[in-house]
T-cell receptor, first 109, second 113 residues
Framework: GQNIDQPTEMTATEGAIVQINCTYQTSGFNGLFWYQQHAGEAPTFLSYNVLDGLEEKGRFSSFLSRSKGYSYLLLKELQMKDSASYLCAVSIRDDKIIFGKGTRLHILP | EAGVTQFPSHSVIEKGQTVTLRCDPISGHDNLYWYRRVMGKEIKFLLHFVKESKQDESGMPNNRFLAERTGGTYSTLKVQPAELEDSGVYFC???????????FGSGTRLTVV
């Protein structure tokens, strides 16, 4: 079966740093995505990791360890607008992406 | 470029009725996907079109769900007859090439009462 685990909710303070972890056990692996989703809106693409290591993109970074089935999304200099759900998703083959349940991130002023 | 457009944004129907959801992918995207999120659960794959052909429909819950993509452009997802457990948010996504990142639509929130 397919299993993607991430924390249900997290809370952080404006200006701080937060790390959202994701572990996965899937039947295949072609890459790992992180999406951001604000309530009532479309999930929007944040990052894609296919090789081990850290990918940095502005305030957001994503890390992958394929041997450990582990990824994290790191958000720096948190802003109020970063309050959203963050979805970890694994591409198990070219045409199918499996999603975790998402982590709801609350930012406090 | 215009994004993925879904219509309607919300739909409330009675159990037993029929509802048709529409998705207009980004122009030129051959790959079109339907996903669904029911309350408290993760977003789950329903099916994948490559142009007008169904590449993978393994996620379709049952035969009350029918997806079409005539002409390889927009797609419709019909639920007939709708049941209470069909309530959720139905997302459409498209991509230019298989294996690439998706662009999602804003979803259709379906409520069956």
């Amino acid at each position: 079966g397919q299993n993607i685990d991430q924390p249900t909710e997290m809370t952080a303070t404006e200006g701080a740093i937060v790390q959202i972890n994701c572990t996965y056990q899937t039947s295949g692996f072609n890459g790992l995505f992180w999406y951001q989703q604000h309530a009532g809106e479309a999930p929007t693409f944040l990052s894609y990791n296919v090789l081990d290591g850290l990918e940095e993109k502005g305030r957001f970074s994503s890390f992958l360890s394929r041997s450990k089935g582990y990824s994290y999304l790191l958000l720096k200099e948190l802003q109020m607008k970063d309050s959203a759900s963050y979805l970890c998703a694994v591409s198990i083959r070219d045409d199918k992406i499996i999603f975790g349940k998402g982590t709801r991130l609350h930012i406090l002023p | 470029e215009a994004g993925v457009t879904q219509f309607p944004s919300h739909s409330v129907i009675e159990k037993g009725q029929t509802v048709t959801l529409r998705c207009d992918p980004i122009s030129g995207h051959d790959n079109l996907y339907w996903y669904r999120r029911v309350m408290g659960k993760e977003i789950k794959f329903l099916l994948h079109f490559v142009k007008e052909s169904k590449q993978d429909e393994s996620g379709m819950p049952n035969n009350r769900f029918l997806a079409e993509r005539t002409g390889g452009t927009y797609s419709t997802l019909k639920v007939q007859p709708a049941e209470l457990e069909d309530s959720g948010v139905y997302f459409c996504a498209s991509s230019h090439r298989t294996g690439g990142g998706y662009t999602f639509g804003s979803g259709t929130r379906l409520t069956v009462v």
